[in-house]
């Protein structure tokens, strides 16, 4: 069986964007008022991407399991590679210096994606 028809990859991307849907329905039932207000738009801002990282971790792997996989260094998977990379670490990076009860879980959504991306970078 190829590598892109194994159900075990299918259900990690979908348990992966089920937990981040979770997240924003959380994020979006106010429960606590965080004091200095920028640390609260810091979380938003890691939540906004670690969900464009896991956005393009699904697009890739959707696009390559419909397209039949991708040659050695193709342009959009290492696009793909580079700006995912990026908003994980820049979602990490938010999650650390902002405050509330949305912010491990942005830090663990963020980890996750940045693993997943040099995992795939590995592979290249």
């Known amino acids: 069986m190829p590598l892109f028809l194994n159900p075990i990859p299918w259900l990690i991307f979908l348990l992966l964007c089920v937990y981040v849907i979770r997240q924003w329905v959380k994020w979006f039932r106010p429960r606590e008022v965080i004091t200095p207000k920028w640390r609260a738009v810091t979380t938003v801002a890691g939540v906004s991407f670690a969900t464009l990282s896991t956005g393009l971790s699904v697009f890739l792997f959707v696009h390559a399991a419909f397209t039949g996989g991708y040659p050695f260094y193709h342009p959009v998977e290492l696009f793909c590679i580079?700006?995912?990379?990026?908003?994980?670490?820049?979602?990490?990076?938010?999650?650390?210096?902002?405050?509330?009860k949305l912010r491990p879980h942005v830090a663990v959504v963020s980890t996750l994606n940045l693993l997943l991306w040099f995992l795939d970078a590995m592979w290249q």
Not at 82 to 100: D, E, M, P, Q
């Open 82 to 100: 580079r700006f995912g990379s990026l908003t994980a670490l820049i979602g990490l990076v938010s999650a650390t210096v902002g405050k509330g």
